[in-house]
């Protein structure tokens, strides 16, 4: 099949390069893969919830490749994509539901539970700089769909995960916890560009990396950061060092992945590489040696 395909290039150079689509898993938190236009045709602009979409070809037609909120209501959702002559077509594809689990984590520097104001003030800033990031663009033919691992280590805590810091529910769990040692090498999933690093009050150390199309990346908690905003990452290059600062239990890799503005599920973009899951192993452990964190 890829032979075909890739011969079907060289014949026609005028088409529409091939790409495998990520697992497609169309629930809240998940991807929907939204078959557009002909190939033949130019690339339309699609947009969900108001934010621009990643658009990739495959088996001759575009795909939108669409991040949904860990938020959204199942059932049946539409987005628009701008066609030839600009003019706006709605597709619907349906979410399915799926339940989280629920987390309970035991800090004990309440601080890091109820802030005081000029934390706030800190955080409101934060929040600011990762949006942000988050919503930067960047256009690419084949962004990357198929992610390494960034860190060797045991799953320590699933995406999506209701969460509750001291028995105070808190923000779902927008990513993966890697547990590793303080020091081990944090690494680019898949090239890119450095699109913002910062110190966070709940993230800590960061570096964000922008792969295209929407697809942001984002490392938290890191003891270094090895990487300036501006610089070009390959796969496997090392960007910083699994740490403990920001909102921890303990040293970690938190990894979000991001697309429209959208957290979603990293392992959906890591097939075949998955870290070993948190229930495998002596059964669950405490909260308080839990090497969890935001
Ligand atoms: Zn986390």
Redesign the pocket.
């Given at each position: 099949m890829r032979i075909s395909a890739a011969w079907l290039l060289v014949l026609l150079p005028g088409v529409a390069a091939a790409q495998e689509l990520p697992r497609a898993l169309p629930v809240p938190g998940g991807i929907a893969a939204v078959k557009l236009a002909p190939a033949s045709e130019p690339p339309p602009r699609a947009y969900f919830n108001g934010a621009r979409v990643m658009v990739v070809s495959q088996d001759d037609h575009w795909h939108a490749v669409v991040g949904l909120p860990l938020s959204l209501a199942p059932g049946a959702q539409k987005l628009t994509a701008m066609g030839r002559e600009g003019v706006g077509r709605e597709y619907a594809f349906t979410v399915q539901p799926k339940e989280y689990a629920a987390q309970y984590l035991t800090l004990t520097n309440k601080r890091l539970v109820d802030p005081g104001a000029k934390d706030l003030e800190r955080i409101q800033r934060d929040q600011v700089a990762v949006a942000r990031a988050f919503g930067s663009w960047t256009e690419a033919a084949e962004p990357p769909l198929r992610f390494a691992l960034p860190a060797q280590g045991r799953l320590s805590?699933e995406f999506g995960l209701r969460r509750f810091f001291n028995n105070q529910p808190r923000q779902p769990?927008?990513?993966?916890?890697i547990a590793a040692p303080e020091g081990a090498p944090v690494t680019a999933p898949a090239p890119g560009i450095v699109v913002e690093t910062g110190d966070y009050f709940f993230n800590g150390n960061t570096v964000f990396l922008d792969h295209g199309q929407g697809l942001i990346t984002m490392y938290?908690h890191l003891k270094r950061i090895e990487v300036k905003p501006g610089a070009r990452v390959t796969i496997g290059q090392k960007i910083g060092e699994v740490g403990m600062t920001g909102r921890v239990t303990g040293a970690?890799l938190?990894?979000t992945v991001s697309l429209n503005k959208t957290a979603i599920d990293p392992l959906l973009l890591t097939p075949g590489a998955a870290p070993s899951a948190v229930s495998s192993g002596a059964g669950p452990q405490p909260a308080q040696t839990l090497q969890?964190?935001?």
């Open positions: 805590s769990h927008s990513g993966i916890d938290n970690h938190h990894w969890a964190g935001d």
